[in-house]
């Protein structure tokens, strides 16, 4: 059976395929190793990310995409080459029609980008949609009705923040701060207070493990290995999921505020809407333990985590594949 269709949840962090009659086939990290003296494509995904941190001087372990939009047009390409081929297989004649998951705030440029790449990679042709609406069909949010619905989609890269009815954006904001800024504070939590370097991929597991967007009366610990700073020899250090709630804490305040500025922009009705159903939290950083109570707390409005909230852009691109003549005069036609 030959692939035609695929939808890819592209993000900053990771990428999840998804095919009509397979579900998903792909879940991997978004990286991709390059040789430097040749300029070549050594490794893609989780084969790429175990290299990071470890690579000798001539191999370079790239994140193509920065914040949510293309970084380096070249890296990109390959590496949805990469998973298109996977998905479809080296057998599959017809190239496919690609559903491509974009931050509600992409400008033309970084657009017509990723259509490019995706071309270039091996699609037919690509439509591109925006995430908190993808998040949102994923979500089972009944996007065109006349009521209001919030949905808030916290990934690797960005934090897209979005208030929907009639199949449409009413208000959004699209936040350059997700995942990633929450690894970076752990790195420097550390480095500030233990006088100790960490790597990306420790402070990562520290946060999947034990991480809290607020603080908990039965403290979660978890063993970090690093370097110290004073003698330059390993070392190990246990932090507490409360340490890690007062590192990433500046963060989640500035999506707290994003949150706040498009409930500011909401005409009233659809106001009242949200604040009857809540808000919806999806993305691989919905998964964070609390992180909808850390917002119910500050807004005064219920806040709910999506069932499968890390593939919910991926579901959603599924949802658009399986009723594409429906979808191509809304999702697929608004640029």
Known sequence: MFTNKIGIDLGTTNTVVFVPGKGFVINEPTIVALSTPDNTVLAVGR????????????????????????????????????????????????????????????????????????????????????????????????????????????????????????????????????????????IEYVKKNYSVSIGEQTAEAAKIAIGSAVPLKGKLEFRLRGRDLVSGLPKDLTINSNEIAEAINPFLMDIAGSIQSVFNETPPELVADVMEKGIILSGGSAGLKNIDEFFKRLLGVPAYAAEDAIFCVAKGTGIVLDHVDVYKRTLLSKK
């Open 47 to 186: 084969e790429a990310k175990e290299m990071i941190g470890k690579t000798p001087g001539d191999i370079k372990a790239y994140r193509p995409l920065k914040d949510g939009v293309v970084a380096d047009y070249y890296i990109t390409r390959a590496m949805l080459k990469y998973f298109i081929n996977k998905a479809v297989g080296q057998m599959n004649l017809v190239k496919p029609e690609v559903i491509i998951s974009v931050p509600a705030g992409i400008t033309a440029t970084e657009r017509r980008a990723v259509e490019n790449a995706a071309v270039e990679a091996g699609a037919k042709r690509a439509y591109l949609v925006r995430e908190p609406l993808l998040a949102a069909l994923g979500a089972g949010i009944a996007i065109n009705s006349s009521s209001g619905n919030m949905i808030v989609n916290i990934g690797g890269g960005t934090s897209e923040v979005a208030v929907m009815s009639l199949g449409g954006i009413v208000a959004f904001a699209s936040l350059r701060i997700a995942g990633n800024k929450f690894d970076q504070s752990i």
